[in-house]
């Protein structure tokens, strides 16, 4: 059962323009979602997070948006730049009590921003 | 932020063998978390490992083959045990910095042959 779902494995951008990565949940309990862009070789790197309770919120050229009704999340860049080439991770946080927070990740969207 | 260095960053294997990797993280944290990534698919949990007590292993995962140390605040060790080419992954080491951000170290690449 995939809990955190990225249904687009690729998206290819023009360098300048907007690049839209989208998530889809299921579990209703999750209280952060967060992303991640891992580049090959390395570890995941964390770039934005949002609260269940908001709906917005944004970090220089990233913003994330949060639609609880319909259990979606979308990471938005702009200007895109070809720095921004990676693989990009929804993760969504369920808090299991005292010390606890255990991350679910979607299986990541490759973004290539073309120059 | 935390540093974490993980050892080897790859490894191929021969099946059968076990291999131990390492995470050193440059400040004292309470709990240190096990990924696995498949490939093509997402990063999932392994376990939490927590200084003094015994990892907590989740659905799917057992401490005879995913043994797991953590004899202080800024290491952890996680084996392999006997391996098959299913377990050809990458493997991740990560730290909570607060509710709502996680670090993760570079990852172990590791083939199974």
């Known amino acids: 059962d995939q809990q955190v779902k990225q249904n687009s494995p690729s998206l290819s951008v023009q360098e300048g323009r907007i690049s839209i990565l989208n998530c889809d949940y299921t579990?209703?309990?999750?209280?952060?979602f967060l992303w991640y862009k891992k580049y090959p070789a390395e570890g995941p790197t964390f770039l934005i997070s949002i609260s269940s309770i908001k709906d917005k919120n944004e970090d220089g050229r990233f913003t994330v948006f949060l639609n609880k009704s319909a259990k979606h999340l979308s990471l938005h860049i702009v200007p895109s730049q070809p720095g921004d080439s990676a693989v990009y991770f929804c993760?969504?946080?369920?808090?299991?009590?005292?010390?606890?927070?255990?991350?679910?990740f979607g299986t990541g969207t490759l973004l290539a921003v073309q120059p | 932020s935390a540093v974490i260095s993980q050892k080897p960053s790859r490894d191929i294997c021969q099946r059968g063998t076990s291999l131990t990797i390492q995470c050193q993280v440059d400040?004292?944290?309470?709990?240190m978390f096990w990924y696995r990534q498949q490939p093509g698919q997402s990063l999932t949990l392994i376990a939490t490992a927590n200084q003094g007590s015994e990892a907590t292993y989740e659905s799917g995962f057992v401490i005879d083959k995913f043994p797991i140390s953590r004899p202080n605040l800024t290491f952890s060790t996680l084996t392999v045990s006997n391996m098959s080419p299913e377990d050809s992954s990458i493997y991740l080491c990560s730290v909570e910095a607060s509710k709502t951000e996680a670090f993760f170290g570079q990852g172990t690449r590791l083939t199974v042959v």
């Open positions: 993760a969504a946080r369920r808090y299991y009590g005292g010390a606890t927070n255990k991350l679910i």
């Open positions: 579990n209703s309990m999750f209280d952060y």
């Open positions: 400040s004292q944290v309470t709990m």
